[in-house]
Each structure stands twice: as C-alpha cells, then as structure tokens.
C-alpha cells in the first residue's frame, strides 16, 4: 500500500488502560484503509473510533499476545471477518497461554474478568509477522524481553513508532510474564538507534520520543 499520512486516533481500554490504536490510510486510488493495533477491550469505543471514516478494516495487528492487548480481538473479528489478525512468528498465541499468564499477572481479580469463563476465546491468526517486514506501511521490527516474540510497528515516513509494552515513557514493560531482561536491554538498544525524532506511542501511559528516552536507559 503506499504510505500515505497515517490518521491515528488513541483509544485508553479495559482494567489496565491499554492504549489501543486505530489507524487511518488514504490508498492510492482515494479508499480508506484501517487498521487496529491492540484491541485491549471496551468494543464499543473502537468500533465508534473506527465508523468516523468509511472504509475496510484490513488487519488487527498486536503487539503480543497478552490478555490487556486482546480482550476485544474476538468481538473485532466478529465485526470485520475479512479483517487479518497477524501476530509476531515466535510469540506463542493460545487461550491456555493467555489465561495462565492472565492469572500470575491478576491474581484473585482474575475471577471476575471474562478470562475465567470457560468460553474465552481467541480467533486463530491469519498472518505471522517477521521482523522487518512491511506491514500497513509500517517496518515490523521484533522486540524480544516483554514477551518472547513482542513485536513494534515504526512508521518511518511520519516517524511514529508504535511500541506496545516494550518501551513506556522514561520505563520499559515487565519481564517476569514469558520474558527476558536481557532481550529487553537489547531490544531497547535497538529502538534506542532510531531517528531521536520519532514519536513513542507506548502501550500504556502517554507517548514520549527516541530522544527524549536516550540517556534514560543504563545497561
């Protein structure tokens, strides 16, 4: 698709108030085209986000595979069937990994999420992202250390990198829910190289930029 101006519209979901982010492109034939980036939860408010504009909803892409990401990926779907759920090749994507890691990370408030009906549910996914390919317009680049197979979505045109729990705004995510610290000291190296300009839209709290996050990090 060629890279025209991405439109993007933030959307704060769910217990965790995980930003999920619905996408906007003006193909070259004049159609839009949308895609969602971590549908975390709340249905309602990113199918109200995504009917602003007329169009097709291409992929549902996620940045990993923990529950706060997910919890409307089944209800989106079910809305946009031709839409594509693609999902990093090493991040292991079921309901029994899901609901496990949901219940080390909640603890008793797990009994009162829907992950503890028996009926939770997670669509099969459609594609298995690579670290750099093109996706959308965006540079697919694999993020281990939050989750094995974490994955960040860096739109080198407008300069917007998308980062999903990897890098927060002067922080990092967690690595004791299926991931590693020494991978995330090197995946943040790796995002720590990108143009200082790019704007950091986090998967949690607000953005923040590669420069204002250089000298934060001491590894």
Known sequence: ?????????????????????????????????????????????ILSSLSKLEGNLDYILLTHAHFDHLLALSALKASFPQALVCIGEEEPYSVETIVSIAKNALGPTFYSTPLSDPSFSV??????????????????????????????????????????DTMFCGSHGRTDLGGDMDDMKSSLMELLALDPETTVLCGHDGPTTIGEEKGRYEF
């Open 1 to 45: 698709m060629q890279n025209n101006k991405l439109k993007i519209d933030c959307l704060q979901t769910g217990m965790l108030q995980t930003n999920c982010y619905c996408l906007f492109r003006t193909g070259p034939d004049g159609s839009m085209h949308k895609a969602v980036i971590d549908p975390g939860d709340d249905i309602r408010v």
């Open 123 to 164: 669509p099969p996914a459609d594609m298995l992202m690579k670290d750099g390919q093109e996706i959308f317009g965006m540079k697919v680049i694999h993020t281990p250390g939050h989750t094995k197979g974490s994955l960040c979505f860096l739109d080198e045109e407008d300069k917007v990198l998308f980062s999903g």
